[in-house]
């Protein structure tokens, strides 16, 4: 594909999606690790299985912990496996192809751990990056807030200097499973205002227990309540609080979210779902031209996601960050995850008398009713096209 260059650092934003194999040493921890999930969910139903980063089991992650598969990339001094970015992509297809519960630990094995390393202070890694690696320390990260949304600029909760520390006032919303979490990170204005935009954003460690902190679950459509709002009230916390340099939060968030938008878990929502249909049709024995020509298309549609989010994480491999590229992956792979449900539900309804059974048709109604959120959580569908046109130099 011709490359479109531009202004901005040279950026060829297509030629950065280039093809790339997983590694043999890394395929091979799919054994092992299968064997772990499938202890794991024998007994969980079809639309349990279909929650998967929703589903909260903090034995499981306690297991992934101890054998080796959480930290993956993160240095043995921490109690990492130093292994690469294609170990994780592996593991982590492997948990979400299955349904594994993985609420428990994703976040903080996904972004708090490497930002931790990356920008926190030597006590911090020690503290949290080691408990990680357990699954023993689940983390959340305070982004959203009423009124901002994905415009994460426009934060205005505050984190003033204090003789002892820190002191916030505020509200975070949308905040992935906050209610079991032991930490949040935070994005919090430590100084100017909303219209500075940018500027003045620094990112801080709070403790969910501390006094004046109160977390209230937010119950869906589907009635879970991984959501939930964070209100903080004159929270005190220490100088060690803060991550990296005051007033960086805006850079260090930008690099996190690569790590967020780009994986198998932008691809992979309504996989459990899509399995269960197709061993749905081999089941009726249904083998029409319609059939297999929506088969196709949607494997077809999922292998070049694939593809593109291996690509991905080769550039993570390489050390870079690819913010843009990140973007692509997650703006395309969940309307895929969008599109999978609506295509399933109108295949079966147009096969009226072909039994469908009571497993599939809960999983159909649940991920009907979740998908709305594909496109939602982790950066609007509207601020990813405002993060690519810019890539391209358009903006």
Not at 132 to 155: H, N, T, W, Y
Not at 306 to 315: D, E, H, L, V, Y
Not at 351 to 360: G, I, M
Not at 361 to 366: A, K
Request: aromatic share 6%; charged share 20%; hydrophobic share 45%.
């Amino acid at each position: 594909m011709e490359a479109l260059d531009h202004d901005h650092g040279g950026c060829l934003v297509f030629d950065s999606f280039t093809l790339s194999a997983l590694p043999p040493e890394d395929e091979a921890l799919r054994a092992p690790v299968r064997a772990l999930i499938a202890e794991a969910i024998a007994d969980l139903s079809l639309d349990c299985r279909a929650r998967s980063w929703q589903g909260f089991d903090a034995a499981f992650s306690r297991k992934l912990g101890a054998a080796g598969y959480l930290g993956l990339t993160l240095p043995k001094a921490y109690g990492g496996q130093e292994r690469g970015p294609f170990a994780r992509f592996v593991v982590v297809e492997e948990l979400l192809a299955a349904g594994a519960p993985v609420a428990a630990h994703w976040i903080a094995d996904r972004q708090s751990a490497p930002l931790i390393l990356n920008y926190g202070t030597e006590e911090q890694r020690q503290k949290h990056i080691p408990a990680i690696c357990r699954g023993e320390q689940f983390f959340c990260i305070g982004m959203s807030e009423p009124g901002s949304g994905s415009d994460l600029a426009s934060v205005r909760t505050r984190a003033e200097r204090t003789e002892k520390g820190w002191v916030v006032n505020g509200q975070k919303i949308w905040t992935t499973n906050s209610l079991h979490s032991d930490y949040m990170i935070a994005l919090l204005r430590t100084s100017g205002g909303p219209e500075d935009r940018h500027k003045g954003l620094s990112q801080l460690i709070i403790d969910l227990k501390a006094p004046g902190v109160t977390v209230r679950p937010i119950v869906d459509l589907t009635g879970d309540a991984h959501f939930a709002e964070v209100f903080l009230e004159n929270v005190e916390l220490g100088p060690d609080a803060l991550i990296g340099a005051e007033g960086q939060g805006w850079h260090q968030v930008t690099a996190e979210l690569a790590f967020e938008r780009s994986g198998p878990e932008r691809i992979y929502s309504s996989v459990v779902l899509l399995d269960a249909w197709i061993r749905h049709v081999q089941a009726v024995g249904r083998a029409d031209t319609a059939t297999t020509a929506l088969v196709g298309r949607l494997m077809a549609q999922m292998g070049a996601l694939r593809a593109m989010s291996i690509a991905c994480t080769a550039r993570l491999v390489a050390g870079e960050s690819p913010v843009v590229e990140a973007s692509v992956v997650k703006d395309l792979g969940t309307s895929f995850e969008q599109e999978v449900p609506l295509a399933i539900g109108d295949d079966l309804a147009s096969h009226p008398d072909e039994p469908v059974s009571a497993e599939l048709y809960r999983t159909l109604l649940y991920v009907t009713h979740i998908a709305p959120s594909f496109s939602l959580r982790g950066g609007t569908r509207e601020i990813l096209r405002g993060i690519i046109a810019r890539g391209l130099g358009l903006r």
